[in-house]
């Protein structure tokens, strides 16, 4: 016996980023119809019990907390009484308005065409002063959005990568789409040719390092002979200073989602899946009850809560449909 936790991260109106409307419609229905759904709190009592529901469960989530799952996946989720978990980074949310809905759109108030066209590079911004902070929901939506059926949880504050360590230079940076390579923007304040680009991972995991002098690592050497000078020309964080970085990321993305929502906030998603033990360690400092991933597999009841993986759905009708028959049913066979 085990339970199913779907993630999406966007749903747009022709598919354009993320999950086509319609298709996301035909999968809700389709859910409704052949399946129990539960929440995240039923998620952990399941497994605190070890009592994994008989029938096919599933639960539905979402990463990252773009304007569209406020405009177009929660009014589909309440058409069909699915509860589901948002997992906002708290960054990206801006002051503005409560905009349409896809309740204005049935009441005949507009029209879909007057909704925002999502572009996928617009997510690529992590400024909430420009104009690309419209992809993601402001803190008026975020209030109506949460409530007994849809919860707001965390999927960390900053939602950033850095530098890696050990070095590992993975190509040069040559000045071109430099409008889409945004989480460059994190690790150098001016970005100029030549400058390696090392490996990254997550805020919330990174073994941290910077560059002080990226110049002397410019274009001119082999990647073999960079690696030669780049431990001596780095500035590596201390592991008493990267425990206490993720802690306070963790801690402020909690606190501004409990000052704004009035309430607790147990449940934490990790942005790209990108964790490790003091990462869990430091969530659970803070106070978070529960952790997910993005590592696919199904909640039995020997999973951990602070290790609960999930399913990345697909954007295809068919495929799902397929999956439904062909990998989940089959989890639900006692």
Same mark, same amino acid.
């Given at each position: 016996?085990?339970?199913?936790?779907?993630?999406?991260?966007?749903?747009?109106?022709?598919?354009?980023?993320?999950?086509?409307?319609?298709?996301?419609?035909?999968?809700?229905?389709?859910?409704? %119809?052949?399946?129990?759904?539960?929440? &995240?709190? /039923?998620?952990?009592?399941?497994?605190? $019990?070890?009592?994994?529901?008989? @029938? !096919?469960?599933?639960?539905?989530?979402?990463?990252?907390?773009?304007?569209?799952?406020?405009?177009?996946?929660?009014?589909?989720?309440?058409?069909?009484?699915?509860?589901?978990?948002?997992?906002?980074?708290?960054?990206?949310?801006? %002051?503005?308005?409560?905009?349409?809905? &896809?309740? /204005?759109?049935?009441?005949?108030?507009? $029209?879909?065409?007057?909704?925002? @066209? !999502?572009?996928?590079?617009?997510?690529?911004?992590?400024?909430?002063?420009?104009?690309?902070?419209?992809?993601?929901?402001?803190?008026?939506?975020?209030?109506?959005?949460?409530?007994?059926?849809?919860?707001?949880?965390?999927?960390?504050?900053?939602?950033?990568?850095?530098?890696?360590?050990?070095?590992?230079?993975?190509?040069?940076?040559?000045?071109?789409?430099?409008?889409?390579?945004?989480?460059?923007?994190?690790?150098?304040?001016?970005?100029?040719?030549?400058?390696?680009?090392?490996?990254?991972?997550?805020?919330?995991?990174?073994?941290?390092?910077?560059?002080?002098?990226?110049?002397?690592?410019?274009?001119?050497?082999?990647?073999?002979?960079?690696?030669?000078?780049?431990?001596?020309?780095?500035?590596?964080?201390?592991?008493?200073?990267?425990?206490?970085?993720?802690?306070?990321?963790?801690?402020?993305?909690?606190?501004?989602?409990?000052?704004?929502?009035?309430?607790?906030?147990?449940?934490?998603?990790?942005?790209?899946?990108?964790?490790?033990?003091?990462?869990?360690?430091?969530?659970?400092?803070?106070?978070?009850?529960?952790?997910?991933?993005?590592?696919?597999?199904?909640?039995?009841?020997?999973?951990?809560?602070?290790?609960?993986?999930?399913?990345?759905?697909?954007?295809?009708?068919?495929?799902?449909?397929?999956?439904?028959?062909?990998?989940?049913?089959?989890?639900?066979?006692?």
């Amino acid at each position: 016996m085990s339970l199913v936790i779907l993630y999406y991260h966007r749903v747009s109106i022709e598919g354009e980023v993320g999950v086509a409307l319609s298709v996301f419609e035909k999968q809700m229905k389709f859910i409704s %119809e052949n399946a129990n759904v539960c929440s &995240l709190d /039923d998620v952990c009592e399941y497994i605190d $019990s070890k009592k994994i529901p008989r @029938k !096919p469960t599933f639960t539905i989530t979402f990463d990252d907390g773009c304007y569209d799952i406020f405009a177009f996946a929660a009014p589909i989720l309440q058409k069909y009484n699915i509860p589901a978990t948002v997992f906002v980074s708290t960054s990206r949310v801006w %002051e503005g308005p409560i905009r349409k809905t &896809l309740y /204005d759109y049935w009441n005949g108030v507009c $029209s879909l065409d007057d909704f925002p @066209k !999502p572009s996928p590079w617009s997510l690529r911004y992590r400024d909430t002063s420009s104009p690309y902070r419209e992809s993601y929901m402001t803190w008026a939506e975020v209030k109506a959005l949460d409530s007994d059926l849809i919860k707001v949880e965390s999927h960390g504050h900053l939602h950033k990568k850095l530098f890696h360590y050990p070095p590992e230079i993975v190509e040069k940076y040559v000045n071109q789409f430099a409008e889409r390579m945004w989480y460059l923007r994190h690790v150098y304040p001016r970005l100029k040719k030549g400058m390696p680009i090392f490996r990254m991972k997550s805020s919330l995991c990174a073994h941290a390092f910077r560059v002080p002098l990226p110049s002397t690592l410019v274009i001119g050497r082999t990647k073999n002979q960079d690696d030669l000078f780049v431990d001596k020309l780095i500035l590596k964080e201390g592991e008493k200073e990267r425990k206490s970085r993720i802690k306070e990321e963790l801690a402020t993305s909690r606190r501004l989602l409990e000052d704004a929502l009035g309430r607790k906030v147990y449940h934490i998603a990790w942005p790209w899946g990108e964790y490790d033990e003091i990462s869990v360690a430091m969530a659970k400092e803070v106070g978070f009850a529960a952790c997910y991933t993005t590592q696919k597999g199904l909640v039995t009841k020997d999973v951990d809560r602070y290790h609960i993986p999930r399913h990345g759905a697909t954007k295809r009708w068919f495929k799902f449909i397929k999956k439904f028959y062909t990998h989940y049913l089959k989890s639900f066979v006692p």
